[in-house]
């Protein structure tokens, strides 16, 4: 009988499962598969965890000390990549090229201006500052930082409406006729970033560059920094939403609520408004590894219609981007992403001029 028992025992520890779940990723887990199924913390995109053995995360989940940049593990149900992509993208370097020269020769749709004002607006930290850099070293070449990117998660760095000319690559560098207006991060209300009433003043062109924001002073006519009569110049001519496709999921409810407030007040201004999705290379593996992948992404593709509902807005309004942040080096196809999005800006850009056309031949 008990060489019977040790026979059984034997064969249960044959069939037992293996407690070892291999992701389909670069690195490794040593989770067990419930801990897989009910986990939704973090894994890395890199090499094989390095950190000491027992360590866990706050959800108690095992845990990664090394120095890769990490994904959430909700979206590790998705990597299968569609069959046809979703959108239709040429990812040549011709095509970086003749993009390039669209932007470059742009003129705006109206003989009132000499430029194109577009602003963009956004939560604290979703992009903004890091999307005007990353097109920016689109066309110098190389990887700059002129919009300075702050690194707090809650503190808004861009205190001050700032207009940076995107300029012509080559030597001369030109100014382009495409501007691109960063200003503080928006928070649910008027108490936690910029208020309601300082966006609209931005957008109807009442406050001078350099204005310094402060959440609780909203801007008043009686100071130095204020336009009264602004002409069309002076205006924005497009509104861009950045939103963060990490963090989704995590927005305040109030959030929507304000975005909904900001966009239809925009819309009886007659500006036309657009998003950016960020950070898709940080949400999609197989995006991370050859952003070319990102309009194959089922993942990718969900966050898109669930960023629409957060704004209120149509995902035909809505690109997909990947900024520069710690890359050193320019990649073709990162660019062939920020080139189409600022090609899709100046679009609605020049509707804007169309549809204000008639008003300014007149007055002016």
């Known amino acids: 009988m008990h060489t019977t028992a040790l026979n059984f025992q034997r064969l249960k520890e044959e069939k037992k499962p293996s407690q070892t779940t291999f992701l389909p990723v670069f690195g490794e887990s040593t989770t067990s598969k419930k801990d897989n199924e009910q986990n939704t913390g973090l894994f890395t995109i890199g090499k094989p965890s390095d950190g000491k053995p027992g360590e866990k995360n706050k959800d108690n989940t095992s845990k990664s000390t090394n120095n890769n940049r990490v994904v959430t593990r909700e979206f590790a149900a998705n990597f299968t990549l569609l069959e046809t992509p979703w959108r239709s993208v040429n990812w040549t370097s011709e095509s970086r090229e003749e993009l390039m020269e669209k932007v470059q020769s742009y003129k705006p749709a109206s003989e009132a201006v000499s430029e194109a004002r577009v602003l963009l607006l956004g939560p604290v930290g979703a992009g903004k500052s890091s999307f005007i850099s990353s097109v920016q070293s689109v066309f110098s070449g190389r990887v700059i930082n002129r919009a300075m990117v702050g690194s707090s998660a809650s503190t808004s760095f861009t205190k001050k409406l700032q207009s940076f000319p995107i300029r012509r690559s080559g030597e001369r560098s030109d100014p382009t006729a495409l501007v691109l207006c960063d200003i503080m991060g928006i928070g649910e209300g008027d108490s936690t970033g910029l208020s309601l009433y300082d966006a609209l003043c931005v957008i109807k062109g009442h406050v ?82 050859d952003v070319s992948q990102v ?8 966050l898109m219609v669930k960023a629409g509902k957060l704004l209120g807005m149509a995902t035909s309004y809505i690109v997909p981007v990947k900024n520069y942040s710690f890359q050193l080096e320019l990649d073709d196809n990162t660019d062939i992403l920020l080139l189409n999005a600022v090609d899709h800006i100046l679009q609605y850009t020049d509707l804007y001029f169309k549809d204000t056309a008639v008003d300014y031949k007149v007055t002016n």
């Open 295 to 302: 309009y194959k992404s089922r993942s990718i593709q969900q």
């Open 208 to 289: 001078l560059e350099g204005h310094q924001f402060v959440a609780e002073q909203p801007v008043t006519f009686d100071t130095m920094s204020i336009i009264k009569k602004p002409s069309l110049k002076d205006k924005i001519h497009c509104v861009v939403f950045v939103v963060d496709a990490s963090k989704i999921n995590s927005y305040a409810k109030g959030l929507s609520t304000t975005f909904q407030q900001l966009r239809q007040n925009i819309s009886s201004l007659g500006v036309h408004q657009v998003a950016l999705l960020t950070h898709v290379d940080e949400v999609c593996i197989d995006t991370s590894r």
